[in-house]
Every structure is written in structure tokens, then in C-alpha cells.
Antibody, heavy 127, light 107 residues
Framework: QVQLVESGGGVVQPGGSLRLSCAAS????????MHWVRQAPGKGLEWVAV????????YYADSVMGRFTISRDNSKNTVFLQMNSLRAEDTASYYC????????????????????WGQGTLVTVSS | DIQMTQSPSSVSASVGDRVTITCRAS??????LAWYQQKPGKAPKLLIY???SVQSGVPSRFSGSGSGTAFTLTISSLQPEDFATYYC?????????FGGGTKVEIK
């Protein structure tokens, strides 16, 4: 079955860095755009970043532009989120999500719907 | 960015009730709308995409309608496992944006 498993979360000081990973299985990973979506404690959902199926295009939310970098390794079925210059407001559960439709069915490079989602990994930015 | 506004923010209902949640977009998004269900401590789950297409495996009591700027999610007969928070999301324009959520609580 399709599965996404995130790892790499933890506690980091303001200004620090963290790298999240998301290991995918059960589908042809190299055909799908992949997203990161976050949720601050007790708050709603915020889309963070997406990478195209082949890794050539990346898109970011304004709130993380210039600080976060999304990447992928199609040989290892894994997508990453490198987070630098972390701030208290980056504290959240971070979910990776597959785009519902593959690159050949999706009209926009940045994708459309998110399905499925991983279980999430918690990032806490605190001194 | 397109703003998505959900109403109500919370609703109390009983098992068997019909529940309707509304989502409004700040500009026309055609049918580029999805609905997600999230239970406490769990990841969101896609229920509806393209405003009215039901995702595989989702019970038939869930339905979506609307186009343009106004959309609804309807649960025809609320079941115990449906108590959760529901989010709408638009994919018409970049960046994708979510509504603030509607919590469906037990009455």
C-alpha cells in the first residue's frame, strides 16, 4: 500500500537548522510531485513547498522562501526539507504528502490535491 | 493569495444528523476545491477533490458541491467516526491555501 514516513523532527534553537526526510513506498515515486504541509500546534494547515516529479522545479510559500529547500532523490524514493534560519513561528508538525495525480495528469507544476499524507514529524523551535 | 473562509468554525451534531459545512473563496476558483478530514493527532485525509469527486474509499455519506466561490461539504448521516475537523483547500491559483477548519463535535 502507499505509505509515507517522515523523520528528522526535533527541538532546535532559533536560527538553527534541521533536515526532514520522507520515505515513500507503494507507488512509482518518480512520477509524482511531492509536497510539505505544516500545522502549528492547535492551528490550521499551511502549505509549505512542492517539488516536481523530476526535481527540476520547486515552489515555496512566502513564509519560508529563502530559508527552506525542498529536494528529492528518486533513486531512494525520498523527499527532503532542509530548514535553515529557523524561527519560533516554524514550530509545527510537518507532513509530507503526495500529489493525488501524477505529473502526466496534473496540469500545474505545483500540483493540486494532497493524498496520501505521512504521519507527520514535530519540529519545535525554542531556546 | 486566495483566502478560504469556512463556516461555521464549529458545529455540534448528533449521530444520524445531516451536517453541512460551507467554504467560500475570495475569488473565483471554478471547481478547484478539495475537502480533508483530520482527527486529533492524525494526518489529514482527502475526502473530496474537484469540488464533487469522492476519493476512493470514502463513504458515500460524504458529498461535495459548488463552483465559483461557494462550496459545501455534506455528511448525510453523521457517524461516530465522523467527529473530526474538516478543511477546504483551493488549487486554482498558486499557492494552494486552506480554510481555517470546521470542528464537528458531539452534541
Amino acid at each position: 500500500q502507499v505509505q509515507l514516513v517522515e523523520s528528522g523532527g526535533g527541538v532546535v534553537q532559533p536560527g538553527g537548522s534541521l533536515r526532514l526526510s520522507c520515505a515513500a513506498s507503494g507507488f512509482t515515486f518518480s512520477r509524482y510531485p511531492m509536497h510539505w504541509v505544516r500545522q502549528a500546534p492547535g492551528k490550521g494547515l499551511e502549505w509549505v513547498a512542492v517539488i516536481s516529479y523530476d526535481g527540476t522545479k520547486e515552489y515555496y510559500a512566502d513564509s519560508v522562501m529563502g530559508r527552506f529547500t525542498i529536494s528529492r532523490d528518486n533513486s531512494k524514493n525520498t523527499v527532503f526539507l532542509q530548514m535553515n534560519s529557523l524561527r519560533a513561528e516554524d514550530t509545527a508538525s510537518y507532513y509530507c504528502a503526495r500529489n493525488l495525480r501524477d505529473a502526466y495528469e496534473t496540469s500545474a507544476d505545483w500540483g493540486d490535491w494532497f493524498d496520501p499524507w505521512g504521519q507527520g514529524t514535530l519540529v519545535t523551535v525554542s531556546s | 493569495d486566495i483566502q478560504m473562509t469556512q463556516s461555521p468554525s464549529s458545529v455540534s451534531a448528533s449521530v444520524g444528523d445531516r451536517v453541512t459545512i460551507t467554504c467560500r473563496a475570495s475569488q473565483v476558483i471554478s471547481s478547484w476545491l478539495a475537502w480533508y478530514q483530520q482527527k486529533p493527532g492524525k494526518a489529514p485525509k482527502l475526502l473530496i477533490y474537484s469540488a464533487s469527486s469522492v476519493q476512493s474509499g470514502v463513504p458515500s455519506r460524504f458529498s461535495g458541491s459548488g463552483s465559483g466561490t461557494a462550496f459545501t461539504l455534506t455528511i448525510s448521516s453523521l457517524q461516530p467516526e465522523d467527529f473530526a475537523t474538516y478543511y477546504c483547500q483551493q488549487a486554482n491559483d498558486f499557492p494552494p491555501t486552506f480554510g481555517g477548519g470546521t470542528k464537528v463535535e458531539i452534541k
